[in-house]
């Protein structure tokens, strides 16, 4: 067994977890793949069957990384765990609003999991354990970055169980669901999701706090 997957969207997050590890980790493997939640999913899902065919297969998946947070949900520089992973805006829009791919009348054999990929729980137990001031709650996935007051509103509506919104962290946990493969999601907070502002950002306090949080990984 190749013990845990940590996958990240860029190397500066893959950076942060590797110096926060327990030195030196042979059971820890972090990998930067890419932006957005199909390249994310692609990247896993082969990295996820090389090491099933090569007889040592990932015991774990994990998706890092920063994250924006809702504002009165999480603080910037918190960390996040996800109980559930939800493909936010897969689906249609319409004149009455936004309509759940669910929901749209396909057959369910056509949908896979769904939008919604719930972290395992024995996994989210362990990383709740070692991480008690980490919030809890759900992370959306979304492929178009929230910056606006409406729509930043219009999604917490939507979600008021979310804590945060990344962008790849779906595509990862159908990648894990697909080879049977527990899941699970970890992020720091580097900025508040509404209008976009980058003075608002705080990417080293985030960087430090996801430094910290991987201490608990192995």
Known sequence: MSGLLVVT?????AEAIRAGLTAPDETVTVVPVGVGPAVAAAATARLLALTEAAGRPYRAVVSAGIAGGFAGRV???????????????????SPGGFIP????GMPPELLGGGRTVPADPGLLAGLRAALPGATVGTVLTVSTVTGTAASTAALAERHPDAVAEAMEGYGVAVAAAQAGVPFAELRTVSNPIGPRD?????????????????????
Do not use: K, Q, Y
């Open 9 to 13: 969207a860029v190397p500066a997050e």
């Open 75 to 93: 603080a910037v520089g918190g960390t996040v765990l996800a109980d559930r992973s939800v493909a936010a805006d897969l689906g249609a829009e």
């Open 101 to 104: 791919i669910e929901d749209l």
């Open 198 to 218: 980058r003075g608002a950002w705080r990417m080293r306090e985030a960087f430090a706090a996801l430094t910290t949080a991987a201490a608990v990984l192995h």
